[in-house]
T-cell receptor, first 114, second 113 residues
Framework: EAEVAQSPRYKITEKSQAVAFWCDPI?????LYWYRQILGQGPELLVQ????????DSQLPKDRFSAERLKGVDSTLKIQPAELGDSAMYLC????????????FGPGTRLLVL | GESVGLHLPTLSVQEGDNSIINCAYS??????FIWYKQESGKGPQFIID???NMDKRQGQRVTVLLNKTVKHLSLQIAATQPGDSAVYFC????????????WGLGTSLAVNP
């Protein structure tokens, strides 16, 4: 079965540094999601793309976070500057259609900010 | 064994027993529900989904029951195996213009050999 790819799997950085995460969704999936997950909690949606357009970024801290999906395929999530509270798992997911269909998740990037 | 999945409780069952994980959802207008399994250090893995026009759906060793009257969702796992040990999340798709999955807090399932 095709999978969502994410890199890096782990990232350790110091506060005030910049970090970037990459996601390659399943081929043909128009919808791409970035989630943040705190240990023991459910994922929290940060941003949702439909092709190259942002559909929902209401929970994205725009003063420090940015996301892009320039060609409507792979996507990058950036944090600058990183803060201690950003330590979490960052998950990327994709789906064939808009919400109401199964989301396929990647393995996630575990971020630790020191 | 049975548990309510609102505060990340731990449900402990014996291998071979049936497990029931419960979830109370918030929005009576939600029309799509989904269960995910998440093992430590991994991304969530799809288990089963159900739309609001159904009250039961079965998969391989899993059954999801939907009770819209009391806004309750349950996941039943038959003949629980050690590989079923994970955190289980239910999620509902909210109604309205900005449709997105709203996730519960999860229930940790521990299977004792």
């Amino acid at each position: 079965e095709a999978e969502v790819a994410q890199s890096p799997r782990y990232k350790i950085t110091e506060k005030s540094q910049a970090v970037a995460f990459w996601c390659d969704p399943i081929s043909g999936h128009a919808t791409l999601y970035w989630y943040r997950q705190i240990l023991g909690q459910g994922p929290e949606l940060l941003v949702q793309f439909q092709d190259e357009s942002v559909v929902d970024d209401s929970q994205l801290p725009k003063d420090r976070f940015s996301a892009e999906r320039l060609k409507g395929v792979d996507s990058t999530l950036k944090i600058q500057p990183a803060e201690l509270g950003d330590s979490a798992m960052y998950l990327c997911a994709s789906s064939f259609q808009s919400p109401g269909t199964r989301e396929y998740f990647g393995p996630g990037t575990r971020l630790l900010v020191l | 064994g049975e548990s309510v999945g609102l505060h990340l409780p731990t449900l402990s069952v014996q291998e071979g027993d049936n497990s029931i994980i419960n979830c109370a959802y918030s929005n009576s207008a939600s029309d799509y529900f989904i269960w995910y399994k998440q093992e430590s250090g991994k991304g969530p893995q799809f288990i089963i989904d159900i739309r609001s026009n159904m009250d039961k759906r079965q998969g391989q060793r899993v059954t999801v029951l939907l009770n819209k009257t009391v806004k309750h969702l349950s996941l039943q796992i038959a003949a629980t195996q050690p590989g079923d040990s994970a955190v289980y999340f239910c999620a509902e798709l909210n109604a309205g213009n900005n449709r997105k999955l709203i996730w519960g807090l999860g229930t940790s399932l521990a299977v004792n050999p």
